[in-house]
């Protein structure tokens, strides 16, 4: 029937219809990336109030459960100049339950920033450099879902490294021009179990088969080892001048942090714990922002995240005013519309998930052991701490870095030394075997692109470039 019906159009007509397919075919051709069909449905003509861009955005899900209907929303910006030569790079927030939308997209490495109705350019965006994918995981989180709310019960690690990496291969599908770029994979906080245990998934993939091209991980501020970590606090806090002598003695003997927080979890904190923990809040005071010690605070706005990797109970809270602009401005259904987003099983956008129950049981589970099997594998690791931090202070970091690389017998090629960003000190750095790194940022706070976004931009090119960090300005 279609071909009578060709053959007895007018010749005019067939000469029409012929030279635009010839044309098509012309267009098609010569084009230097042809989308799929599929990203081509994820694609985001432009975000309300957005400035004017040269690079491509997409946003959208990938199912990573067919029966239960559990979809991962991502956001991907493409790097500003020829993304085809540039490399993947995966962003992953913490909490566990923190979105990578609201936070690391529109909060610290992205390329916008809300601000009033509008959206202003990051001059520092992540994607100058690369094309920067960012994942709400786990389901729950952000725009994520799931229509089966059991789901979101007792979330743990193994799921959520299993789901992102379904979701990463059907990423691939929409996009698979980028199957074979250069992949990193970074993230801060939680995200210190999050990104090695997905790449510890990938591994196993390509030893059967060469699925991803995994070139290395960053960890910025991140859970390596709970108790190392979370104890480190009272150092940090002494140490910046926040708690009083007695305080610390009392806090490195009779209760330390992680003595508390596994008392919190489960539901029986010990009176002697209750009184420490109230004289540290008590000096450390709910004015000092305790994710950047040195911040002024914005009264106006608390972090939720804060609410994450620490108890309610304890009054760690991150004050900046962007959450406002971003939370009303992701709530707004001509965004919603512009990225593809809905919402499913709650009423509004959060930047941390009021509906996921994370087993929390998985902050004691260490992940610096997964990092030695990765830099065993030749994959580069990356730990870097913003210096005024105090729920994941440098020190504890650093420390695990070291007895990581006496562990696995690497010899320091780059002495502990500063770092610069211009003609200012960025920050220091040691590097051990050429495989493993530990750098600071300076006047960074336990989000660094968030409030150094110079500094973290210098220090993820010459991560990304297998670079030492710059010697001399």
Request: a negative charge; one cysteine or more.
């Amino acid at each position: 029937m279609l071909e009578q019906e060709r053959c007895t159009m007018p010749s005019s007509s067939r000469w029409v219809a012929m030279s635009m397919a010839l044309s098509l075919l012309h267009l098609l051709s010569h084009a230097p990336a042809v989308e799929s069909f599929p990203a081509m449905l994820d694609s985001i003509p432009r975000l309300p109030g957005q400035p004017p861009v040269g690079f491509r955005q997409y946003s959208g899900y990938v199912t990573v459960d067919e029966k239960q209907q559990r979809a991962l929303f991502y956001y991907f910006a493409e790097a500003e100049l020829d993304p085809a030569s540039k490399p993947l790079v995966l962003w992953l927030n913490g909490g566990p339950g923190c979105s990578s939308l609201g936070v690391g997209a529109f909060s610290e490495n992205g390329p916008f920033r809300p601000s009033g109705d509008a959206l202003v350019r990051n001059e520092y965006s992540w994607n100058r450099e690369a094309n920067m994918l960012y994942l709400e995981a786990p389901i729950g989180v952000g725009f994520s879902y799931s229509t089966d709310t059991s789901s979101y019960e007792a979330v743990n690690d193994k799921i959520t490294a299993r789901d992102n990496l379904v979701f990463l291969q059907g990423w691939f599908v929409k996009f698979p021009q980028y199957k074979n770029s250069n992949l990193f994979i970074t993230g801060e906080s939680y995200a210190g179990h999050y990104v090695p245990q997905l790449a510890e998934l990938m591994l196993q993939i390509n030893r059967k088969e060469k699925m991803f091209n995994l070139k290395g991980i960053a960890l910025g501020n991140p859970v390596l080892e709970f108790a190392t970590d979370f104890n480190s606090r009272a150092e940090f806090f002494w140490s910046h001048g926040l708690i009083s002598d007695t305080t610390y003695k009392m806090f490195t003997s009779i209760c330390n942090y992680s003595r508390y927080v596994r008392e919190y979890a489960e539901g029986s904190v010990s009176p002697i714990c209750s009184r420490v923990m109230s004289q540290v809040n008590k000096e450390t005071s709910k004015f000092v922002d305790n994710y950047d010690v040195t911040l002024d605070v914005c009264i106006a706005s608390v972090m939720s995240q804060s609410r994450r990797l620490s108890p309610q109970q304890v009054t760690d809270t991150i004050d900046v005013c962007v959450e406002d602009e971003t939370v009303n401005y992701l709530n707004r259904q001509d965004v919603q519309k512009a990225l593809h987003a809905r919402l499913v099983g709650v009423r509004k956008w959060a930047v941390c998930s009021d509906v996921l129950d994370y087993d929390l049981t998985n902050l004691e589970i260490p992940t610096i052991t997964i990092l030695g099997k990765l830099i065993k594998a030749g994959i580069p690791v990356l730990v870097y701490s913003g210096d005024q931090d105090s729920v994941i202070p440098l020190t504890g970091s650093r420390r695990l870095v070291h007895g990581l690389a006496e562990k696995l017998g690497l010899n320091t090629t780059i002495p502990y030394r500063v770092w610069f960003q211009g003609q200012q000190v960025g920050g220091w750095t040691q590097v051990y075997g050429n495989v493993l790194s530990f750098a600071t940022i300076r006047g960074a706070s336990h989000e660094a692109p968030f409030s150094q976004p110079q500094r973290s931009l210098v220090l993820f090119k010459s991560f990304l470039q297998g670079q030492p960090l710059p010697e001399v300005f």
